[in-house]
Nanobody
């Protein structure tokens, strides 16, 4: 059974930084792409970033491009989301997800497993 456990959420001032981590277990981590999504209260879940199975390809939502960086360390089965230049509109619950393939997708429906989420609050 796959488990994804996020950590690193919390509060930050606008312009600050946070780093999210997602530790995976249960199937061969290095065989699957990973993604980060977020969902604010009353809003739909939205794509943030994805990374392919070996870290050779990444993709970002326009709203975070140039500010967020997704990376992975297959030796420790962990994917990261470095968030810089945070804005109040980044306030949300952030979820990591494991793709059903070696490549990532912007649609949540192509991800088989999800973490429980970690909250990020950015104040102005």
């Amino acid at each position: 059974q796959v488990q994804l456990v996020e950590s690193g959420g919390g509060s930050a001032q606008a312009g600050g930084s946070l780093r999210l981590s997602c530790a995976a277990s249960g199937r061969t981590f290095s065989s699957y792409a990973m993604g980060w999504f977020r969902q604010a209260p009353g809003k739909e879940r939205e794509f943030v970033a994805h990374i392919n199975y070996n870290g050779g390809h990444t993709s970002y939502a326009d709203s975070v491009k140039g500010r967020f960086t997704i990376s992975r360390d297959n030796a420790v089965n962990t994917v990261y989301l470095q968030m810089n230049s945070l804005k109040p509109e980044d306030t949300s619950d952030y979820y990591c997800a494991q793709s059903r393939a070696t490549v990532g997708f912007t649609s949540a429906r192509f991800y088989d497993y999800w973490g429980q989420g970690t909250q990020v609050t950015v104040s102005s």
